[in-house]
């Protein structure tokens, strides 16, 4: 069963054409899909208020309502019972009779036939050397810019675009249907509302131009791995004077030899001979300051033991902070001994105890114990 218009809007049965207006106004703000998204019933409610409005403010389908009801739509005969206005399509343009430019956004295309360009991607990688520093990129940027020689209206010099005489400069026509009118876009002008009688011979009317521009850049130091940094308006330019797009820069760091990073941290691994883990001993690294920094090892270093060098990590985007790096020991075992080496080391087994390799000597007794206990 079908709502009353009347109800459905909120007004009375000889409500005037201001009052059907501001009626309507208000419903539709409170139901519009934007403002409710995912709400069906909201949906549907924004549906029934624009078919009741868009019924309402035609006198002639008025009259009929008000005669028949909601029969003098039904079965076909007039339009298919409100398809004309079902779709949405139908909906977003008895919103913009209203709205106008005031929704802008999604619906700038129909200004003029102004179109606002297209966003722009570019790809860059950068090493964890320039990422720690900072930089400022020169990139080539092949893109549409707005071309000169018609200042972007694509007519030639000295004439200008003339209003579409199908559509009379609104982009869009209506053909009636019964009772209802449905908007289309204007097959002539594609929705512009002009057209282009001599067109520019640079930029055969499109009033834009491809051309590759140079551009700075500045990417700060810290970035991180897939940063975006968007450049707005240095997109594509848009069509007829339009807006311009925007330019999006995807980062990407390129893989370091000796560092690996986890936020503004840095790992590096180092491998030590197994005599200076045991010794202990000392080496330089080279930080990303361009500094050398000497790890001292301790006798009896295990592997994988982490060395912190406070504040010699990655900077802190847009902070005055050092994140650390870490010295990750990992201890070579000897290979290819000759038969000194062999000897030397098969004495230093036979002196060793206990002590000198607590772990594992403790380890082997602990499982043994645990299979023991298994097999009884
Ligand atoms: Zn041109
Ligand atoms: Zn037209």
Known sequence: MKADYYETLGVARGADEKELKSAFRKLAMQYHPDKNPGDEKAEHKFKEIGEAYETLKDPNKRAAYDRFGHAAFEN??????????????????????????????????????????????????????????????QIRVPTSITCDECSGSGAKPGTSPVTCNTCGGSGRVRAAQGFFSIERTCPTCHGRGQTIKDPCTKCSGQGRITEERSLSVNIPAGIEDGTRIRLTGEGEAGVRG????????????????????????????????????????????????????????????????????????????????????????AIETPQNLNKRQRELLEEFERVSSQDNSPQSSGFFARMKEFFEGLSE
């Open 76 to 137: 076909g005969g007039m339009g298919g019972g409100g398809g004309g206005f079902g779709g949405a399509g139908g909906f977003a343009d008895i919103f913009e009779d209203i709205f106008g430019e005031m929704m802008g956004g999604g619906r700038q295309r129909r200004s003029g036939g102004r179109e606002r360009g297209a966003d722009l991607r570019y790809n860059m990688e950068i090493t964890l050397e320039e990422a720690y520093a900072g930089k400022t990129a």
């Open 242 to 329: 339009g807006p311009s797009g925007d330019l999006y820069i995807f980062l990407s760091l390129k893989p370091h030899e000796f560092f690996q990073r986890d936020g503004s941290d840095l790992y590096c691994k180092v491998p030590i001979s197994m005599t200076t883990a045991a010794l202990g001993g000392q080496f330089e690294v080279a930080t990303l300051d361009g500094t050398q920094t000497r790890v001292k090892i301790p006798e009896g270093t295990q592997n994988a033991k982490q060395f912190r060098l406070k504040g010699k990590g990655m900077p802190v985007l847009r902070q005055p902070a050092m994140g650390d790096l870490y010295i990750q020991i």
